[in-house]
Every structure is written in C-alpha cells, then in structure tokens.
C-alpha cells in the first residue's frame, strides 16, 4: 500500500502564495510511477492541478500554468506544489495523488487539504 500524508494549505489573502506538500510512505515492492495535486471545489468534479512524474515530466492544468510549480524529491518520495498569484477561484480541497506499482499499476489519494483564498 501506499499512504499519502499531505501538509501546508489554510487561509491566504488574493495575491499571496502557500506551499503544499505530500509525503508517500511506501510497502515493500512498490514504486511510484507519478505523483501530484487535484482540487475539489464544492458543487465542483475534482478536477487536476499538476503532476510530476518520477523521472521529472509535469503536466498541469491551464489555471495553474504560470502560477502553481510542482516538483518532486524522489528520494523522499515527496511532491510540493508551490503556488503563487492565488486567486479566489483557487479555494478548494487539495488532494494528494500518487499513481505507484506493484504488479499493476494503482492509485492512491490523500484526505486532502483546505486552501482557502479570501481577503
């Protein structure tokens, strides 16, 4: 199994920045393939912020283009999602995903964490 432990999140004013991260503790044989952040706004799908791959590929959303930068320490098997220029329509549940493998592929989530951006 893997099991996400995610920090960071809470209260920002519009303009300001906050860092999340995530730790994965991993069982014997398996390997993360991907990690990385979804959202959920309420009345909303969760919906994908960013993902970095264990060999360094990120993919992100288009609200997060420019702003968000995700990034991973593979000996930690950690990812931190820094965010920047945060914006109202940012307040949401993040949530921690982590894609890994141990004879098939599977996924894997936090319990997630509130950002909310209000003045």
């Known amino acids: 199994q893997v099991q996400l432990v995610e920090s960071g999140g809470g209260l920002v004013q519009p303009g300001g920045s906050l860092r999340l991260s995530c730790e994965a503790s991993?069982?014997?044989?398996?390997?993360?393939?991907?990690m990385g952040w979804y959202r959920q706004a309420p009345g909303n799908q969760r919906e994908l912020v960013a993902v970095?791959?264990?060999?360094?590929?990120?993919r992100y959303a288009g609200a997060a283009k420019g702003r968000f930068s995700i990034s991973m320490d593979n000996a930690k098997n950690t990812v931190t999602l820094q965010m920047n220029s945060l914006k109202p329509e940012d307040t949401a549940v993040y949530y921690c995903?982590?894609?890994?493998?141990?004879?098939?592929?599977?996924?894997?989530w936090g319990q997630g964490t509130q950002v909310t951006v209000s003045s």
């Open positions: 970095v791959s264990y060999g360094g590929e990120t």
């Open positions: 995903y982590a894609e890994a493998s141990y004879l098939r592929k599977q996924e894997f």
């Open positions: 991993l069982s014997t044989y398996y390997s993360i393939n991907d």
